[in-house]
């Protein structure tokens, strides 16, 4: 059983018709001759137990198909269990999602049969998870990129948007420069202390998230450190005259937006509690301490 993939495929990502898809994915593994044992989530979080289940049944390689959010709870089913060493495990990504941010970072394609293809051919990398702790003591874990203030606001607004498709995260992204109200954060790590009226801080280990933007600065997603993107006092109009820049990464370059390399930092919100986000999923309010875990899961790549 240990040789076979453990598949688990999330139903309801993305807006496509998932039993053709579904067809399609188990036709290519056919013809690629890859063994596997299949599970379908049946409610919001299932990855996580279903992970564990299958990780005490001996598996050891896990196909995630779904989008950002399926892989999310993956990595956290694989990094709260105490079964295994975490980089023991191997994970790949069949991409169904709306977003599909994880993938961009390693050329992964939007494609069933490309992605399979290099499932098949297990490059793999050994990746960094960054750990969340907020202030009500709760753990979370990501793989691609968390944040907090303007990001985790559109979040939220995407989970009534979604259902339009890409489009979504564009007219939440809209929506959230027109209506969020900044807030002020003090932030900690190394020897800095800062203290800055924000529109966002972005945590990243990837480079992608909220659709294609770039918020983070010469990732590597295995170096040991987290990439801090701080976007201080932005307005509607700075985002709007630099949204080419948003999806280049060049943002990171603009007068309001500072970039720093760490282990660890704290943020604490002075005058609100902004959403909290981990790849896309919100996970909370207020404080936050954020830290990395070096080289901790196996996950292919193109």
């Known amino acids: 059983m240990s040789n076979s993939w453990f598949l688990i495929a999330n139903p309801t990502s993305g807006n496509r018709n998932f039993s053709k898809q579904w067809s399609k994915i188990q036709q290519l593994l056919k013809l690629k001759k890859i063994d596997y044992y299949f599970v379908f989530t049946q409610f919001s979080k299932h990855e996580i137990e279903l992970v564990q289940a ?4 001996g ?5 995630s198909i779904g989008g950002d959010g399926t892989l999310h709870h993956v990595v956290n089913g ?15 990504v069949i991409p169904l999602g709306t977003g599909n941010d994880w993938i961009k970072t390693y050329n992964i394609p939007n494609n069933i049969e490309k992605a399979i293809e290099i499932i098949h051919q297990k490059k ?5 998870i960054g750990v969340l702790e907020t202030e009500n003591k709760k753990v979370h874990y990501f793989n691609n990129v968390a944040g907090l203030g303007y990001d985790g606001y559109i979040v939220n607004k995407l989970k009534s948007l979604k259902k339009l498709g890409g489009i979504s995260y564009v007219l939440a992204g809209i929506y959230g420069l027109l209506f969020y109200k900044k807030s002020t954060f003090k932030m900690s ?5 800062l203290e800055e009226s ?3 801080t972005v945590i990243g280990i990837c480079q992608f998230s909220g659709g294609g933007m770039q918020f983070t600065k010469n990732v590597n997603p295995s170096d040991g450190l987290l990439d801090i993107t701080i976007a201080k006092n932005l307005t509607f109009f700075d ?6 820049k948003l999806y280049s990464g060049k943002i990171v370059n603009h007068k309001k937006v500072e970039t720093y390399k760490t ?3 704290t943020i604490i919100p002075q005058n609100s509690k902004p959403f909290i986000q981990a790849d896309g999923e919100l996970i909370g309010t207020g404080k936050v301490t954020v830290k990395i875990i070096e080289k901790a899961i196996n996950f292919i790549i193109n």
């Not at 299958?54 to 049944?57: F, G, M, P, S």
């Not at 985002?239 to 080419?244: A, K, Q, S």
């Open 124 to 128: 793999t990398i050994l990746q960094d």
């Open 189 to 193: 790590f190394d020897d800095k202390k």
């Open 198 to 200: 924000c529109l966002m």
């Open 78 to 92: 694989i990094m709260l269990q105490t079964y295994i060493k975490t980089s023991d495990i191997t994970i790949g």
């Open 59 to 63: 598996f050891r390689t896990i196909i």
């Open 239 to 244: 985002m709007v005259f630099n949204l080419p």
């Open 54 to 57: 299958a990780i005490q049944k």
């Open 263 to 265: 282990k660890e930092i």
